[in-house]
C-alpha cells in the first residue's frame, strides 16, 4: 500500500524469511543446482568410467594392430608376381609359353653344360641330370631327372627359380620351356627333337618315376594313434635299474686283472 504523504511507512521483516527450515531448504536447492550445472557426481562417475573403457579399448585395439617398424614398404602386385612363380603338378602357375626340343640344344649348350655336361652326364662333381634308369634300387642309386624327378612341373619350376647358375631367372619364358623340353629329351622322356613343350601340354608328361612318390596319407593310415587329449606327464612307467656295469662285469680287464687303460 502506498504511503501518505509525509508519512513513512515502517518496513516491517517476513517472519518467513526468519524461518530455519526455508533457510535450509533454499541451501540445499542452491547445491542441487550446482550440481546440476557440473553435470552430478553420478554422470562424473560416469564420464570416468566411459573414458576408462575407451581407453582400455584403444589399448586392445594397439596391441591386435600388426606391430610396424616403418622400414620399407608394401609390394606392389607386379612385385608379387614376379616372386609367386611356382608350379604345381596339375599345371597350375604355369606361364604362357612355348619352345622345342632343338631350340633348348642351343640354349643348354650355352648356359648349362659347362657344369652339367653337352649330354647331361655331369661335369667334374657337378650334379648329373641325365640316365640312372633302374638304379634306384641298387647299391650306387643314381637320382638324375629321368630316374628319380616325380613331376615335370618340378623340372620346370626349379630351372626357372635357380637357373641357369649365377644368373636365376635370366632367360625368356619360351627359353626355360625349350630348356626343360631338352633336358627330358635327354633322359627319353621326349623322343621327337621337333616336339613343342607349352603350356598346355607340360602337365600331360608322364614321368618315369612318379610311381615311385606317394601323397603323404597321414592323416588316415596314421590315424588310429591320434590322441584327442595326448599325455603330457606321466606318460611312461618309471625306469628301473635292473643290473650295475660292476655288478655284471662287463669292464674288460688285462691279464693282471687291471682294468684296461688304468695305469
Given at each position: 500500500?502506498?504511503?501518505?504523504l509525509?508519512m513513512?511507512?515502517?518496513?516491517v521483516r517476513s517472519?518467513?524469511?526468519?524461518?530455519?527450515?526455508?533457510?535450509?531448504?533454499?541451501a540445499?536447492?542452491?547445491?542441487?543446482?550446482?550440481?546440476?550445472?557440473?553435470?552430478?557426481?553420478?554422470?562424473k562417475?560416469?564420464?570416468?568410467?566411459?573414458?576408462?573403457?575407451?581407453?582400455?579399448t584403444e589399448?586392445?585395439?594397439e596391441?591386435?594392430?600388426?606391430q610396424?617398424?616403418?622400414?620399407?614398404?608394401?609390394p606392389?602386385?607386379?612385385?608379387?608376381r614376379?616372386?609367386?612363380?611356382?608350379v604345381?603338378p596339375?599345371?597350375q602357375?604355369?606361364?604362357v609359353?612355348?619352345?622345342?626340343?632343338?631350340?633348348?640344344?642351343?640354349?643348354?649348350?650355352?648356359?648349362?653344360a659347362?657344369?652339367?655336361?653337352?649330354?647331361?652326364?655331369?661335369?667334374?662333381?657337378w650334379?648329373?641330370?641325365?640316365?640312372g634308369?633302374g638304379?634306384?634300387?641298387?647299391?650306387?642309386?643314381?637320382?638324375?631327372?629321368?630316374?628319380?624327378?616325380?613331376?615335370a612341373?618340378?623340372?620346370?619350376?626349379?630351372?626357372?627359380?635357380?637357373?641357369?647358375?649365377?644368373?636365376?631367372?635370366s632367360?625368356?619364358?619360351?627359353?626355360?620351356?625349350?630348356?626343360?623340353?631338352?633336358?627330358?629329351?635327354?633322359?627319353d622322356?621326349?623322343?621327337?627333337?621337333?616336339?613343342?613343350?607349352?603350356d598346355?601340354?607340360l602337365?600331360?608328361?608322364?614321368m618315369?618315376?612318379?610311381?615311385?612318390f606317394?601323397?603323404?596319407?597321414?592323416?588316415?593310415?596314421e590315424?588310429?594313434?591320434?590322441?584327442?587329449?595326448?599325455?603330457?606327464?606321466?606318460?611312461?612307467?618309471?625306469?628301473?635299474?635292473?643290473?650295475?656295469?660292476?655288478?655284471?662285469?662287463?669292464?674288460?680287464?688285462?691279464?693282471?686283472g687291471k682294468?684296461?687303460?688304468?695305469e
Amino acid at each position: 500500500m502506498a504511503s501518505r504523504l509525509g508519512m513513512c511507512r515502517q518496513t516491517v521483516r517476513s517472519r518467513m524469511s526468519r524461518s530455519p527450515k526455508l533457510i535450509i531448504a533454499v541451501a540445499l536447492a542452491t547445491l542441487a543446482g550446482s550440481v546440476a550445472l557440473a553435470g552430478g557426481p553420478g554422470e562424473k562417475i560416469a564420464a570416468k568410467s566411459d573414458a576408462k573403457t575407451d581407453a582400455k579399448t584403444e589399448a586392445k585395439t594397439e596391441a591386435a594392430a600388426p606391430q610396424r617398424f616403418n622400414i620399407g614398404r608394401a609390394p606392389t602386385v607386379e612385385e608379387i608376381r614376379g616372386w609367386d612363380i611356382d608350379v604345381r603338378p596339375d599345371g597350375q602357375g604355369l606361364p604362357v609359353g612355348k619352345g622345342t626340343v632343338a631350340q633348348g640344344e642351343k640354349l643348354f649348350m650355352d648356359n648349362c653344360a659347362s657344369c652339367h655336361g653337352e649330354f647331361g652326364e655331369g661335369a667334374g662333381r657337378w650334379p648329373v641330370l641325365a640316365g640312372g634308369k633302374g638304379s634306384l634300387t641298387s647299391d650306387n642309386p643314381v637320382k638324375t631327372v629321368g630316374s628319380y624327378w616325380p613331376y615335370a612341373s618340378t623340372l620346370f619350376d626349379y630351372v626357372r627359380h635357380a637357373m641357369p647358375f649365377g644368373s636365376p631367372q635370366s632367360l625368356k619364358v619360351d627359353e626355360y620351356y625349350a630348356l626343360v623340353a631338352y633336358v627330358l629329351y635327354l633322359n627319353d622322356v621326349i623322343t621327337d627333337q621337333n616336339f613343342e613343350l607349352t603350356d598346355k601340354n607340360l602337365a600331360t608328361i608322364k614321368m618315369p618315376n612318379e610311381g615311385g612318390f606317394i601323397m603323404d596319407d597321414r592323416a588316415t593310415s596314421e590315424k588310429a594313434f591320434w590322441q584327442k587329449d595326448p599325455c603330457m606327464k606321466n606318460c611312461i612307467a618309471p625306469v628301473k635299474i635292473t643290473g650295475r656295469a660292476t655288478a655284471v662285469d662287463v669292464t674288460p680287464e688285462d691279464k693282471d686283472g687291471k682294468p684296461r687303460g688304468v695305469e
